[in-house]
């Protein structure tokens, strides 16, 4: 038995299209915009993952809570009341309980007692009536839905309201990413593979019974200052955003061109459908228009080198100069051997702006990274190790200027050191580290001054902008 089948045989067209020129970027850090100079300076922001810190109410109770950070800078918290009740706030005025936010992230009830570790405080937000029953998640969606804002339209059903809750707010807030899933499974003692960069069920029960242990007297706060709670935003990482853009901007533009082609009955070619034009006005608009996007200083040698390595706390995502604390412009320990304590601008901006040090790098996941001298007595090759902030406050870092210069120093010798954001005085037998330069902790531009160690930190600071206004003869 034989049937006919009709095949429609369709037509395939390839054609290599040209979507846009990028800047490059030349052998002195800087892009070439329209004949013009421009460097794009690298920013410092809160890297993602959780925080939890204590503040006192209007009564004087300790108040504590657990920020949550995206990895596009969404901030969800996680606060324990004066009941030891957990609540999960999702606006400044509404907050839900914990129970509503795992049941609409996919766990039931008794998933979540047998995984808590105070399931006692988890049941405190049920009646004695509730205990008995296992909470639905269509039940937790829709009073979810009911607290969450920006998710706009009717009641229309539970798909819908799944679909709009994971669009609006879990894929915005609950974005970790590969340095977050890694501050997470860190700060909470979880294994959570890598490529798994969303929020889970089981970050939100593991957050909470840490909050829980805070509210009992365990466990430790975090400091939010610590350059180990902070990421390097590179140029690279900027260019890839506004890439980014431009694409969901291409793809836009793709279909309404097939729709108005649709609608015409033509077929477009692949040469009608893509123009250059999102790509080019976005990274025009972005070296021309962004904060971070600066013409590059060209007064002398030495301003090249020092806008080159400036960062700054501003920008998109940053912070603000007015609404800037003491606390986040003040020198911290972690900044010594990666943040120049003098090299900053003066006015408004002080503290927000300033340069890295002269052998700092950033590393992989956009830490800042200092160098340092190994001391071993099973041997005497001396070896230098990146140390990224939070792993040299567990060794005796020697920081004495004389050391660098010095390589015969005595047993017998007492030297200044730092161990855990403190400065000590020991002896020579118990420093694990060592610095390797005795203007290590200071920038390009601080470093060119003589006698700098004698000087007042004002006047070294005035100079050292100062000598960026030197004209060459």
Request: aromatic letters at 8%; one cysteine or more.
């Given at each position: 038995?034989?049937?006919?089948?009709?095949?429609?045989?369709?037509?395939?067209?390839?054609?290599?299209?040209?979507?846009?020129?990028?800047?490059?970027?030349?052998?002195?850090?800087?892009?070439?915009?329209?004949?013009?100079?421009?460097?794009?300076?690298?920013?410092?922001?809160?890297?993602?993952?959780?925080?939890?810190?204590?503040?006192?109410?209007?009564?004087?109770?300790?108040?504590?809570?657990?920020?949550?950070?995206?990895?596009?800078?969404?901030?969800?918290?996680?606060?324990?009341?004066?009941?030891?009740?957990?609540?999960?706030?999702?606006?400044?005025?509404?907050?839900?309980?914990?129970?509503?936010?795992?049941?609409?992230?996919?766990?039931?009830?008794?998933?979540?007692?047998?995984?808590?570790?105070?399931?006692?405080?988890?049941?405190?937000?049920?009646?004695?009536?509730?205990?008995?029953?296992?909470?639905?998640?269509?039940?937790?969606?829709?009073?979810?839905?009911?607290?969450?804002?920006?998710?706009?339209?009717?009641?229309?059903?539970?798909?819908?309201?799944?679909?709009?809750?994971?669009?609006?707010?879990?894929?915005?807030?609950?974005?970790?990413?590969?340095?977050?899933?890694?501050?997470?499974?860190?700060?909470?003692?979880?294994?959570?593979?890598?490529?798994?960069?969303?929020?889970?069920?089981?970050?939100?029960?593991?957050?909470?019974?840490?909050?829980?242990?805070?509210?009992?007297?365990?466990?430790?706060?975090?400091?939010?200052?610590?350059?180990?709670?902070?990421?390097?935003?590179?140029?690279?990482?900027?260019?890839?955003?506004?890439?980014?853009?431009?694409?969901?901007?291409?793809?836009?533009?793709?279909?309404?061109?097939?729709?108005?082609?649709?609608?015409?009955?033509?077929?477009?070619?692949?040469q009608n459908l893509v123009t250059s034009t999102p790509l080019t006005t976005t990274y025009e608009s972005f070296f021309g228009l962004h904060p971070l996007s600066q013409v590059l200083d060209q007064t002398n040698p030495l301003t090249q080198i020092v806008h080159a390595r400036k960062f700054s706390y501003l920008g998109p995502g940053g912070l603000t100069g007015r609404t800037a604390s003491f606390r986040i412009r003040d020198i911290h320990p972690s900044h010594y051997g990666r943040i120049c304590p003098i090299d900053t601008s003066e006015g408004?901006?002080?503290?927000?702006?300033?340069?890295?040090?002269?052998?700092?790098?950033?590393?992989?996941?956009?830490?800042?990274?200092?160098?340092?001298?190994?001391?071993?007595?099973?041997?005497?090759?001396?070896?230098?190790?990146?140390?990224?902030?939070?792993?040299?406050?567990?060794?005796?870092?020697?920081?004495?200027?004389?050391?660098?210069?010095?390589?015969?120093?005595?047993?017998?010798?007492?030297?200044?050191?730092?161990?855990?954001?403190?400065?000590?005085?020991?002896?020579?037998?118990?420093?694990?580290?060592?610095?390797?330069?005795?203007?290590?902790?200071?920038?390009?531009?601080?470093?060119?001054?003589?006698?700098?160690?004698?000087?007042?930190?004002?006047?070294?600071?005035?100079?050292?902008?100062?000598?960026?206004?030197?004209?060459?003869?």
């Amino acid at each position: 038995i034989w049937k006919q089948v009709r095949i429609n045989l369709t037509r395939m067209q390839e054609q290599i299209i040209f979507l846009g020129s990028i800047p490059l970027m030349n052998s002195l850090g800087s892009f070439i915009v329209n004949g013009i100079y421009r460097i794009v300076i690298n920013q410092i922001l809160q890297s993602p993952g959780i925080y939890y810190r204590s503040e006192l109410d209007h009564n004087g109770i300790s108040v504590y809570t657990g920020t949550i950070i995206s990895d596009w800078g969404g901030r969800s918290e996680l606060e324990i009341d004066r009941k030891a009740r957990i609540w999960a706030r999702v606006s400044r005025k509404k907050k839900i309980s914990i129970l509503v936010l795992s049941s609409a992230m996919g766990l039931d009830l008794k998933k979540i007692i047998e995984n808590a570790c105070y399931p006692e405080i988890f049941l405190s937000f049920l009646s004695d009536k509730d205990k008995k029953k296992i909470g639905s998640k269509k039940n937790a969606i829709l009073k979810f839905y009911k607290k969450s804002p920006g998710v706009g339209g009717d009641l229309l059903g539970y798909e819908y309201l799944c679909k709009e809750l994971q669009k609006k707010f879990f894929h915005q807030r609950c974005e970790l990413g590969q340095l977050g899933r890694r501050n997470m499974n860190r700060r909470l003692n979880l294994d959570i593979p890598q490529n798994n960069t969303f929020l889970v069920p089981r970050d939100i029960l593991a957050a909470a019974d840490h909050l829980i242990a805070l509210k009992f007297g365990m466990g430790t706060l975090d400091d939010m200052n610590h350059l180990q709670n902070k990421r390097i935003r590179s140029v690279a990482d900027l260019l890839q955003d506004q890439f980014g853009l431009a694409l969901v901007r291409f793809e836009n533009v793709v279909k309404s061109t097939i729709c108005g082609a649709i609608r015409h009955k033509l077929i477009p070619t692949p040469q009608n459908l893509v123009t250059s034009t999102p790509l080019t006005t976005t990274y025009e608009s972005f070296f021309g228009l962004h904060p971070l996007s600066q013409v590059l200083d060209q007064t002398n040698p030495l301003t090249q080198i020092v806008h080159a390595r400036k960062f700054s706390y501003l920008g998109p995502g940053g912070l603000t100069g007015r609404t800037a604390s003491f606390r986040i412009r003040d020198i911290h320990p972690s900044h010594y051997g990666r943040i120049c304590p003098i090299d900053t601008s003066e006015g408004i901006n002080v503290g927000l702006i300033g340069s890295l040090a002269i052998h700092a790098r950033i590393g992989r996941w956009g830490s800042l990274e200092s160098p340092l001298f190994e001391i071993s007595e099973r041997s005497t090759r001396v070896r230098m190790l990146y140390l990224s902030p939070g792993r040299d406050e567990y060794y005796m870092v020697a920081a004495g200027n004389s050391l660098a210069l010095n390589q015969n120093i005595q047993e017998d010798q007492v030297v200044p050191a730092r161990y855990c954001q403190e400065f000590l005085t020991i002896a020579w037998e118990q420093v694990h580290l060592r610095s390797i330069f005795s203007f290590q902790y200071f920038s390009i531009g601080a470093s060119l001054i003589p006698f700098i160690e004698h000087n007042d930190a004002n006047r070294a600071l005035m100079s050292s902008n100062m000598q960026r206004q030197a004209v060459p003869l």
